[in-house]
């Protein structure tokens, strides 16, 4: 496989579940992002991970919940989430994260929440 | 705090027809600026990354240009396609000096190119 797979890619989950997205990357790179794209809303970015270390946390609730155990693995968990969280999440990566570099996106999970 | 506005949200050319997207910000200072085009249900695919100091990238048939000053970037699609319905999405890392490179992005242009 090549580029930036996630997994799965619809999650369907009633308030008090507790759920985990996955994304893995081919591409070699050193930086993963997490980003919620809801309708009618900018991609707003919420995490960032640069060689494994969370440099970035855009004010998100607790109840998302990431972990980076290598370069090559990103993980968002979920629990108690809300009907407004209901979005498409999509991962990111980037070959360092200093900015210059173009970021590739995974196809996203689609998310919704009972 | 940094804003990205896109004009407009959607359009609708024939095919054949060359055109222009446009994105604006609001903060000049930016490490780059980068257009990503957005299938349905699918995630975002990078066209061009323009780094502030150029002022223009050329890919196949897109061209896309900036003008940091201003606050303009251009996306110019040539001979347009069906298969280049899509959404269009412009983004800008913005300055920040403390060591952060979030990207920025617009709501997006939806262009439906009509065979």
């Known amino acids: 496989e090549t580029g930036v797979t996630q997994t799965p890619r619809h999650l369907v989950m009633g308030m008090t579940n507790k759920k985990s997205l996955k994304c893995e990357q081919h591409l070699g790179h050193n930086a993963m992002y997490w980003y919620k794209q809801s309708a009618k809303k900018p991609l707003e970015l919420m995490f960032v991970y640069n060689f494994k270390e969370q440099t970035e946390n855009n004010s998100v609730p607790s109840r998302f919940s990431p972990e980076c155990p290598n370069s090559s693995h990103l993980f968002l968990h979920l629990h108690t989430l809300q009907p407004e969280d209901s979005a498409l999440y999509l991962c990111?990566?980037?070959?360092?994260?200093?900015?210059?570099?173009?970021?590739?996106f995974g196809d996203g999970t689609r998310l919704s929440i009972l | 705090k940094q804003e990205v506005t896109q004009i407009p949200a959607a359009l609708s050319v024939p095919e054949g027809e060359n055109l222009v997207l446009n994105c604006s910000f609001t903060d000049s200072a930016i490490y780059n600026l980068q257009w990503f085009r957005q299938d349905p249900g699918k995630g975002l695919t990078s066209l061009l990354l323009?780094?502030?100091?150029?002022r223009e990238q050329t890919s196949g048939r897109l061209n896309a240009s900036l003008d940091k000053s201003s606050g303009r970037s251009t996306l110019y699609i040539a001979a347009s396609q069906p298969g280049d319905s899509a959404t269009y999405l412009c983004a800008v890392v913005p300055y920040s000096g403390a060591g952060s490179y979030q990207l920025t992005f617009g709501k997006g242009t939806k262009l439906s190119v009509i065979p």
């Open positions: 990111a990566s980037s070959q360092d994260g200093d900015g210059y570099q173009p970021q590739h």
């Open positions: 323009i780094q502030s100091s150029q």
